[in-house]
């Protein structure tokens, strides 16, 4: 792996070749642009780590572009460096002014300038990691506290839920004694009494109904509070949450076909299983239920690929597909086509924050109408450092 991308920007044909050759010597991947122009059109190809800037340039100055490429949102985080003849404290001040942390006078020593490169390169990424970790972080804590949330309020429902329940029960004892069977012998009577029968039933219905939406709830927002870091076969994971699966959903007739194509076949995982076993179980049943709805018969692959990096996992099926509108919609928490199915649009947007926040990964979603959906995430073999989910 390269040790940073590195784009110099100077007209000098001598100082050029001095430079490049100092900087590859140490395994940098080094652009160069002759002018200021040019280097901000090629910063959209090259996406350096660090810039090497001449004040002394036609067209376009060193401080002028320095002070363009900090205006910019894009490229504003990438440090500067001047390289500058001038020595002149005025100067040295301008450049800091527009926005450079450093800068190495010419003709410059080797050694220094290595030393400059390689802190400020490691002061950037060091703060890159930090504002990736202060993201997930503040994504896990709120994601935490809407967990805590739902499980708080799933456990206040099932107190008027039981009440309602015991109601209903006796309503059903009542009606079905003899006391209120000789109502039955007019005709107000009998119509009477089914309509109270139709209303328990509504209300012992829609109270099982509720029942099952809050243990989901639960169950959810437990499996996010309790999952722990561990060294797994990733293969084994994938097959063990498919097996549960289909265990758990005897009358579907869903296909699962698992394809292995990991470089090592047996590629080791250090991460959260649950986790992951969490992300499957919500692909597989959004497949059964929406790919394949009606409990019609269909197949989903799910494929495991990687570099030495990251593994790739894919869940694709063959069914109904996502309409274009609702595509950008499903990772949007609360977002469901099957209310009346017991969905309550929560999969997607967990499955997002898993991937995301918990696994370090990334996560994409493809979709055509009638042909199928495939939904594939990348995360590294290793989690980098403990993530304090609990
Ligand atoms: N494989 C798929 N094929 C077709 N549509 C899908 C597929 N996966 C998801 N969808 C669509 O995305 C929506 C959101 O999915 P999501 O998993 O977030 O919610 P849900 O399955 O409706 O409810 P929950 O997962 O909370 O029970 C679904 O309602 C459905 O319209
Ligand atoms: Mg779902």
């Keep these: 792996m390269s040790a940073g991308r590195i784009l110099v920007v100077e007209d000098s044909p001598p100082s050029i070749q001095a430079l490049v050759g100092v900087l590859r010597d140490q395994g940098y991947q080094v652009h160069v642009a002759t002018n200021g122009r040019k280097a901000l059109e090629k910063l959209d190809s090259i996406r350096p780590d660090l810039i090497l800037l001449d004040v002394m340039m036609p067209e376009v100055d060193g401080f002028e572009t320095c002070a363009r490429?900090?205006?910019?949102?894009?490229?504003?985080?990438?440090?500067i460096i001047f390289l500058t003849s001038k020595t002149e404290p005025d100067d040295i001040v301008r450049g800091f002014e527009v926005g450079a942390v450093d800068y190495v006078a010419k003709p410059f020593h080797a050694h220094e300038l290595l030393a400059r490169v390689s802190t400020h390169l490691a002061i950037h990424r060091l703060r890159r990691e930090n504002e990736r970790l202060?993201?997930?972080?503040?994504?896990?804590?709120?994601?935490?506290?809407?967990?805590?949330?739902?499980?708080?309020?799933?456990?206040?429902?099932?107190?008027?839920?039981?009440?309602?329940?015991?109601?209903?029960?006796?309503?059903?004892?009542?009606?079905?004694?003899?006391?209120?069977?000789a109502l039955g012998e007019t005709r107000e009577g009998q119509a009477m009494l089914e309509d109270l029968r139709d209303a328990g039933d509504l209300i012992t219905r829609n109270a099982a109904r509720a029942h099952k939406l809050v243990q989901d709830f639960k169950k959810v927002s437990v499996h996010q509070i309790t999952d722990a870091l561990e060294q797994v076969q990733l293969i084994g994971i994938v097959s063990e949450t498919a097996h549960?699966?289909?265990?758990?959903?005897?009358?579907?007739p869903l296909e699962v076909k698992i394809l292995n194509a990991l470089p090592d076949q047996q590629g080791t995982w250090l991460g959260y299983p649950g986790s992951l076993s969490q992300v499957l179980l919500n692909l597989l049943s959004n497949a059964q239920r929406y790919a394949y709805p009606g409990g019609a018969a269909g197949k989903v692959e799910i494929e495991l690929t990687g570099d030495d990096q990251r593994y790739r996992i894919s869940v694709?099926?063959?069914?109904?597909?996502?309409?274009?509108?609702?595509?950008?919609?499903?990772?949007?928490?609360?977002?469901?086509?099957?209310?009346?199915?017991g969905g309550s649009g929560l999969g997607m947007s967990i499955v997002h924050m898993i991937v995301t926040a918990h696994l370090q990964g990334e996560i994409s979603i493809e979709s055509n109408a009638h042909k199928g959906t495939?939904?594939?995430?990348?995360?590294?073999?290793?989690?980098t450092e403990p993530d304090h989910a609990v």
């Design 134 to 181: 202060i993201r997930t972080e503040s994504e896990l804590a709120r994601h935490r506290s809407v967990a805590q949330m739902v499980a708080g309020v799933a456990h206040e429902i099932n107190t008027p839920l039981g009440i309602l329940n015991t109601s209903a029960s006796l309503l059903r004892n009542w009606l079905a004694s003899p006391v209120l069977a």
């Design 244 to 252: 549960l699966f289909q265990v758990s959903n005897r009358e579907s």
């Design 316 to 341: 694709r099926d063959f069914g109904a597909g996502i309409p274009p509108e609702n595509l950008p919609r499903v990772f949007e928490p609360f977002f469901t086509t099957g209310r009346g199915q």
């Design 374 to 383: 495939t939904v594939a995430f990348w995360f590294p073999r290793r989690i």
């Design 69 to 79: 490429i900090k205006a910019s949102t894009e490229w504003c985080e990438i440090p």
